[in-house]
């Protein structure tokens, strides 16, 4: 077999036996929890990075914006300015505060557990119109 055959269930879901009439749920493939660690963490390393580049931008512009004698042209702390920035996003991204990471796993793992609340799916795949 090929190792894309549409076939075949994704990398790390392995395949459920529920009846054709079964709910979405039911039908859908047990999750490999080992699979689910691992999207969950590289979902949250995105949203972080996502959020420490907008921060850094963010004062990039400012810097650029600022007026010579500013206290934002400053750029004697920068190191230590991006280091902050990195911590922010880390932190900010760990709660998902964006919510970036919440719509990669309902994309990487449609049947997660780790959905927000008030996120409704119409459709276990990426929605698409024919």
Same mark, same amino acid.
Do not use: C, H, W
């Given at each position: 077999?090929? $190792?894309?055959?549409?076939?075949?269930?994704?990398?790390?879901?392995?395949?459920?036996?529920?009846?054709?009439?079964?709910?979405? $749920?039911?039908?859908?493939?047990?999750?490999?929890?080992?699979? %689910?660690?691992?999207?969950?963490?590289?979902?949250?390393?995105?949203?972080?990075?996502?959020?420490?580049?907008?921060?850094?931008?963010?004062?990039?512009?400012?810097?650029?914006?600022?007026?010579?004698?500013?206290?934002?042209?400053?750029?004697?702390?920068?190191?230590? %300015?991006?280091?902050?920035?990195?911590?922010?996003?880390?932190?900010?991204?760990?709660?998902?505060?964006?919510?970036? $990471?919440?719509?990669?796993?309902?994309?990487?793992?449609?049947?997660?557990?780790?959905?927000?609340?008030?996120?409704?799916?119409?459709?276990?795949?990426?929605?698409?119109?024919?």
């Amino acid at each position: 077999m090929d $190792a894309l055959d549409p076939k075949m269930p994704p990398v790390g879901l392995t395949m459920g036996a529920a009846p054709e009439d079964a709910p979405v $749920a039911a039908r859908a493939p047990a999750i490999d929890p080992e699979y %689910l660690t691992q999207a969950t963490e590289a979902a949250e390393k995105f949203e972080s990075f996502f959020i420490a580049e907008t921060l850094r931008q963010m004062r990039r512009s400012t810097r650029e914006m600022a007026s010579e004698d500013s206290v934002f042209n400053n750029r004697v702390n920068e190191d230590m %300015l991006d280091l902050a920035d990195t911590l922010v996003a880390d932190t900010m991204a760990s709660q998902r505060a964006f919510g970036i $990471a919440d719509v990669l796993l309902r994309q990487l793992v449609p049947e997660s557990v780790d959905a927000p609340s008030g996120f409704k799916v119409t459709s276990p795949a990426v929605a698409s119109k024919p």
